[in-house]
């Protein structure tokens, strides 16, 4: 038989709060509680200087999970003494808002009170759903809070984010998670009823499979305390055997889509490109261990191949095509080895990026010039009508002549002198540029071809 809950229970907040996670159990209640942020909490903070004098501003809290976005928005709702409002992005829309947008008006207009609109994950709002923040945010009748996991920059409007104060938040260091882990000791009342102990080898590990997040550092925290046995005192140690029966693996930070997708892939290909293959090995593995698609990660070295390495080593491009069809027939785990072969192999060779500067420049001149004629003698000649035109009349075919070169004119008529292409000394690209300074010295004549910054000339 199912017992019937007390009917005061979910009406008193510090029941509640008992029967609540240790994360939320432990969740700052003053400023100075919070840990790990210093620059926005401390006596010259904006955060402080915000509540001391009263003067509210809207803020967008960026961070990652669990260093105290929402912890921080609280603290300014409860403090601030003003009507206060919180919606979810994932589960509130348009609707939601409107509502919240009337009882704001009728709070400053029969109260005159000012009123707080606190929004978790507001980079699920789309651009409609934000733009219908702009007026009330814009004329105080609403001061916004908001927390975002994500770049600001690119989910946030430009109009909303330059309405609100941004705050970025970092993760926890591993001070502030053992600070954070001793004040639940300490203080939390199951914890203390426990006689829960963090052993001094435990410590590190704890911090490393938190990574910097402090709602997964008390949950760690209260599922150890959980699974470990009272001895003989009836104190619970948690050591690593607790941490390692709670089975729960050391969790890289990573968000497919987000600024750890791209800032890591954006750090092995400078690591590949800067010739450093112990960097681009260990990019790799963080990407692979973090969950990335293997074939995205195939895909850029496939770029690369060709825009940073080029004619310097062609043979570059082959094996990184290699790597892409290997990857795609053989999949996780075993296309981390040609995935690794692959980056290795791109790290050292010789680099240039001289075709890819060529395509870009000649696409620059095709947008700013138009469509030049194409040369009478390059022109094709398939029907009667085109050769009595003159297409293709005076045209000389390269292997009738000495060397199979024929010198004559291939670009549009004023564009005579253009230079596109800056071939490079290094690797096999060197002896293109041999070839090709044979055949048109004047383009390589001291003084007539710039060198480019990426040959290092």
């Known amino acids: 038989m199912s017992r019937t809950p007390h009917p005061n229970l979910f009406h008193d907040p510090e029941e509640r709060r008992r029967l609540a996670p240790l994360a939320e159990r432990m969740r700052a209640r003053r400023l ?32 990652p999970p669990g260093c105290g976005k929402t912890t921080l928005a609280r603290l300014i709702m409860d403090e601030s003494g003003a009507e206060t409002h919180s919606l979810n992005a994932v589960t509130s829309g348009v609707g939601e808002l409107r509502k919240v947008f009337e009882a704001a008006e009728a709070a400053l207009n029969l109260h005159g009170r000012r009123s707080l609109l606190f929004i978790d994950e507001i980079h699920r709002y789309n651009k409609a759903q934000q733009d219908a923040l702009l007026k009330t945010v814009e004329d105080g009748t609403l001061t916004l809070l908001a927390a975002t996991t994500e770049n600001p920059g690119f989910e946030i409007i430009p109009a909303l984010l330059s309405r609100c104060h941004l705050l970025t938040l970092r993760p926890l260091d591993d001070v502030a998670l053992l600070e954070l882990a001793g004040r639940a000791l300490e203080r939390d009342e199951w914890l203390a009823s426990l006689k829960a102990e963090l052993e001094e080898a435990a410590r590190a590990r704890l911090c490393l499979l938190a990574g910097g997040d402090a709602r997964r550092l008390l949950q760690l925290l209260e599922m150890a305390a959980t699974v470990a046995r009272p001895d003989a005192e009836g104190r619970r140690r948690i050591g690593l055997a607790e941490l390692q029966a709670t089975g729960q693996g050391h969790r890289l930070p990573f968000d497919k889509g987000g600024d750890q997708h791209y800032d890591q892939i954006s750090a092995l290909i400078k690591s590949v490109r800067g010739s450093d293959a112990d960097a681009a090995i260990y990019w790799l593995a963080r990407l692979l261990e973090s969950g990335e698609e293997p074939r995205f990660i195939a895909r850029r070295l496939l770029i690369l191949a060709s825009e940073d390495i080029g004619n310097a080593a062609p043979n570059g491009l082959v094996l990184a095509n290699a790597c892409f069809e290997a990857v795609h027939k053989l999949g996780l785990p075993e296309a981390m080895y040609p995935l690794a072969q692959c980056a290795a192999f791109l790290a050292a060779q010789p680099k240039s990026n001289a075709c890819a500067a060529a395509i870009l420049e000649a696409r620059r001149v095709v947008r700013a010039r138009g469509a030049d004629p194409v040369p009478v003698h390059l022109r094709n000649a398939p029907t009667r009508l085109a050769r009595e035109l003159g297409h293709g009349a005076d045209y000389q075919y390269p292997p009738d002549h000495e060397g199979s070169f024929a010198r004559q004119a291939y670009l549009p008529e004023g564009l005579e002198d253009l230079r596109l292409y800056r071939p490079s000394r290094r690797g096999l690209e060197g002896k293109l540029r041999d070839y090709l300074a044979s055949c048109w010295p004047e383009r390589f004549a001291s003084g007539s071809l710039e060198h480019s910054a990426a040959e290092g000339e």
């Open 32 to 63: 100075d509680e919070v840990v790990g942020q210093p620059e926005l909490t401390g006596p010259d903070s904006p955060l402080r200087r915000m509540l001391e004098t009263g003067r509210l501003e809207s803020v967008l809290f960026w961070g």
